[in-house]
């Protein structure tokens, strides 16, 4: 009797530990199979990346005048008529080279970025226009652009002004129009199946150059920080659709934003299907 309960007893444990043996099996098992989803998933995340962007036509003769109004203090506000000279650069015409492929594209062509206070900018094909000028004292900057909206970087392409409209007009942004200055231009609105895979980020810098042991442009994408030291484009890749969030930001050698309404701007963009 006793050895029959003994034997009963060791079967008894030994299917246990059997058991306990193959529950730890299972957990280890399925703790393994969510480690490799849990890789997988991280895996599948884009990695965004920023390149220079090259190749592009230099127009490094292109020039861009204001000659309305001629009078920066305007007397009322509301609707104003600009005009340009435009030399040595074909408005409306495409821009040559692999790059008007690559990226997103304006099918009417070259054209001037138009912008008031560092908003988004408006694109005007022809060399006049009208546009709506709040009273008050205001920053513009315009300048010529390729037709897949990268700037022109010279010093005869851009028109930089204060703007004064109406009676006594406030400074509400404290302009100074000698200080260090950044102006964002790209990427802005929806960009939608091949024109997701590239997006050209370009802003203007006035007043102060960029340099390794200087000044900078901190460019922060989705929470991914960059340091652009050379004023030039880029293009940004990896992005995920949905809506993508830009910062920039002018910084010193420290690291520290540099004084100025327009030195830190962010920005969102769509990427669609």
């Not at 309960?5 to 306990?20: H, K, P, Q, R």
């Not at 694109?123 to 513009?140: N, Q, W």
């Not at 102060?208 to 920080?225: D, F, H, P, Y």
């Not at 910084?251 to 830190?264: R, S, T, V």
Request: hydrophobic share 35%.
């Amino acid at each position: 009797m006793f050895k029959s309960n003994f034997v009963t007893i060791m079967l008894f444990l030994v299917a246990i530990t059997t058991s306990c043996k193959q529950q730890k099996k299972d957990a280890a098992d399925e703790t393994a199979e969510d480690s490799k989803m849990e890789t997988s998933l991280e895996t599948e995340q884009p990695t965004i990346t920023l390149e220079k962007l090259e190749g592009s036509p230099e127009y490094a003769d292109a020039v861009l005048q204001l000659d309305e109004p001629t009078n920066t203090k305007i007397a009322n506000g509301g609707e104003v008529n600009f005009s340009f000279t435009v030399n040595n650069y074909e408005l409306g015409a495409q821009t040559e080279g692999p790059n008007a492929e690559m990226l997103a594209n304006s099918g009417k062509g070259q054209h001037i970025h138009f912008i008031l206070d560092n908003q988004p900018y408006s694109a005007h094909y022809e060399p006049s226009f009208a546009k709506e000028i709040p009273d008050g004292v205001h920053h513009l900057v315009a300048f010529l652009s390729r037709s897949y909206h990268e700037s022109v970087k010279n010093d005869n392409s851009v028109v930089v002004k204060k703007l004064e409209v109406g009676t006594n007009p406030e400074d509400s942004l404290g302009l100074d129009m000698d200080a260090p200055t950044l102006i964002y231009s790209r990427p802005k609105g929806e960009y939608s199946g091949k024109d997701t895979e590239n997006l050209l980020l370009d802003f203007f810098v006035l007043n102060t150059k960029l340099s390794e042991s200087g000044n900078k442009v901190k460019a922060t994408i989705n929470g991914t920080e960059f340091l652009i030291a050379e004023w030039a484009p880029h293009i940004i890749k990896g992005l995920p659709k949905g809506e993508v969030t830009i910062t920039l930001e002018l910084i010193d050698a420290d690291g520290n934003m540099i004084p100025g309404p327009f030195n830190q701007v962010t920005r969102t963009v769509m990427l669609k299907e």
